[in-house]
């Protein structure tokens, strides 16, 4: 049978009575409560606030290190700073502990290196006029073509004090020969020189001059001069300045009257030290006028033989433009000789 239910058909069937048997679920579950067992736990007591230890960036290995004081003991910046370079390299994750030892290292140094001026200044400008002396002496012999040609025996002495601005240098030389009872060579120069610096390469000079050089046509010739010098090269291997200023020059001639002339002196003194053994100099100097001119350039060699002596193989050369009647304009003189300094 069916009949509709607000629209919707609604199907019923129908079961006969004794078709309908009664359905018998089992009976439920016994409950059964579930304990869980509980244990004392101790906690120990809570900190606040949280402690907070400090730790420091990762420490550089002991063996980097020593290997970097070891370098630093020697006291040579250029080895501290190829091992620095080579730390570095092996341990990128350390260079700023490297380079902070490296710095600390350059500032000792330049520390150092201050005090030791001060200290050298000091003791410079203390001084009195007779210390800061360095000087040397020269014995040997030469041979003179020229006016002369012969054999002979020669000296020099050079002393030179080195103060903060000011410089002062004295040079003496000899050459003599006699043969046969007479004097074939007898040549002197004598000559002080003033330095002052007027800041790193300029600086100002005064020199006087004596010579006596009767081969040469004159007993005596006495030259004063003033001017600029620049030191061109100042390193400590080598040193090369130049000067320029008037000069005056008196000359007593053999037979000629004596004159007194205005002149250009023209000058420069070159210094190489090769090594600690070898060392090559050269000097020359111009006094340039109307009537006579001198040119003279003296070349040199030194090797060391020991601390204080050293051979020297030197050659000088001395023009003169208009000389005296019955004389020579150029001389030579090649020499080997000792050289002591002290």
């Known amino acids: 049978m069916s009949m509709r239910l607000m629209g919707l058909p609604l199907l019923f069937a129908a079961v006969p009575a004794q078709a309908q048997t009664p359905i018998h679920l089992p009976p439920a579950p016994e409950v059964v ?12 007591p809570y900190p606040w606030p949280i402690p907070f230890v400090p730790a420091g960036p990762p420490r550089l290995a002991e063996n980097v290190r020593a290997m970097l004081e070891s370098a630093m003991r020697t006291g040579d910046s250029a080895t501290v700073a190829a091992v620095v370079k080579v730390a570095i390299d092996t341990q990128p994750y350390d260079k700023d502990e490297i380079r902070a030892m490296q710095k600390a290292f350059n500032d ?14 000091q003791r410079i400008r203390n ?41 002062h240098t004295i040079q003496a030389t000899a050459d003599y020969q ?48 003033t001017g600029l010098g620049y030191r061109v090269i100042k390193r400590k291997d080598m040193t090369l300045s130049m000067e320029l200023g008037p000069a005056v020059r008196r000359t007593l001639y053999v037979t000629d009257p004596a004159e007194t002339t205005w002149s250009t002196l023209a000058s420069f003194d070159f210094a190489w030290t090769v090594d600690n053994a070898l060392k090559f ?12 001119s001198t ?48």
């Open 108 to 121: 000792e140094a330049a520390r150092q290196l201050a005090a030791k001026a001060n200290a050298e200044t």
């Open 33 to 44: 409560p579930f304990i869980v067992p509980v244990l004392p736990v101790t906690l120990a």
């Open 281 to 292: 100099t050269q000097t020359a100097s111009s006094y340039i006028e109307t009537g006579n």
């Open 295 to 342: 040119f003279t350039t003296n070349t040199g060699i030194e090797a060391g033989m020991s601390k204080h002596l050293k051979a020297k193989l030197s050659y000088s050369f001395e023009h003169e433009t208009s000389p005296p009647d019955g004389t020579l304009k150029t001389d030579t003189i090649s020499r080997f000789s000792l050289v002591y300094g002290f």
């Open 127 to 167: 001084s009195d006029i007779l210390e800061l002396w360095t000087g040397k002496v020269e014995l040997g012999a030469f041979r003179a073509t020229g006016n002369t040609s012969n054999f002979g025996y020669s000296g020099a002495l050079n002393l030179d004090r080195k103060g903060i601005d000011w410089q």
């Open 178 to 225: 006699k043969d046969r009872g007479a004097v074939t060579r007898e040549q002197y120069l004598a000559s002080y020189q003033a330095r002052y610096t007027l800041n790193d390469g300029l600086f100002t000079f005064g020199r006087t001059q004596w010579e006596s050089n009767k081969i040469q046509g004159y007993y005596d010739r006495y030259s004063l001069s």
